[in-house]
């Protein structure tokens, strides 16, 4: 069974702390993507990755970065976490140009910033 | 700017009743429409996929409509179960977007006993 496994599927952070959340899919997927969901908003784009040390911004990528250093592995890093980070974090994968496939989610991480 | 938008944002209904989910989209140029189901604390997992040319599509006691020329979707759900309670997200793709999808904000639906 394919699968986006999340490390995590709550984490409890301190403002100001620097936070790792870790995705890895067993797909030989290219693109790999974050995003995080909020009541109200839906799902939004953090960044996404097509390569491996390749990255683009999405549509609110203010206060992540991330890291791509191997195909299967994508990091969202969260450089000083804020209490408006405080959100569900899905990563996502999809074979290169393969939209019309879907994506497959991730569990989901629940992160509490407080 | 391509947008998706569902109705209802949220609906509560008995266990045995049927519904009818939302989803009107703007995306253009079309390329196919998806929805997923999200059960709480999960993330979405896909239903059904749509092409412009498919106008029904069932999936088991999910059945999902497409009507490309008014840019509108509906998920039917018969006979409701307690499990069917979840989100049920609209996807919408992008010939021209490549890699990228448009979401819905989702339907939040409660089946009670």
């Known amino acids: 069974d394919v699968k986006v496994t999340q490390s995590s599927r709550y984490l409890v952070k301190r403002t100001g702390e620097k936070v790792f959340l870790e995705c890895v899919q067993d797909?030989?997927?290219?693109?790999m993507f974050w995003y995080r969901q909020d009541p109200g908003l839906g799902l939004r784009l953090i960044y996404f990755?097509?390569?491996?040390?390749?990255?683009e911004k999405g549509d609110i990528p203010e206060g992540y970065s991330v890291s791509r250093e191997k195909k299967e592995r994508f990091s969202l890093i969260l450089e000083s976490a804020s209490t408006n980070q405080t959100s569900m974090y899905l990563c996502a994968s999809s074979f290169l140009g393969q939209a019309i496939y879907g994506y497959t989610f991730g569990s989901g991480t629940r992160l509490t910033v407080v | 700017k391509n947008q998706v938008e569902q109705s209802p944002q949220s609906l509560i209904i008995l266990e045995g009743k049927n519904c009818t989910l939302q989803c009107n989209y703007t995306v253009s140029p079309f390329s196919n429409l998806r929805w997923y189901k999200q059960d709480t604390g999960r993330g979405p997992v896909s239903l059904t996929i749509?092409?412009?040319?498919?106008n029904t599509k069932s999936n088991g006691r999910y059945t999902a409509t497409l009507d490309a020329d008014t840019k509108q979707s509906s998920l039917h759900i018969t006979a409701s179960q307690l499990s069917d309670s979840a989100s049920y997200i609209c996807v919408v793709s992008d010939l021209n977007a490549g890699n990228m999808l448009t979401f819905g904000g989702g339907t939040r639906l409660m089946v009670k006993p």
């Open positions: 990755s097509y390569d491996v040390k390749m990255k």
């Open positions: 749509m092409t412009f040319s498919e």
């Open positions: 797909m030989d997927h290219e693109n």
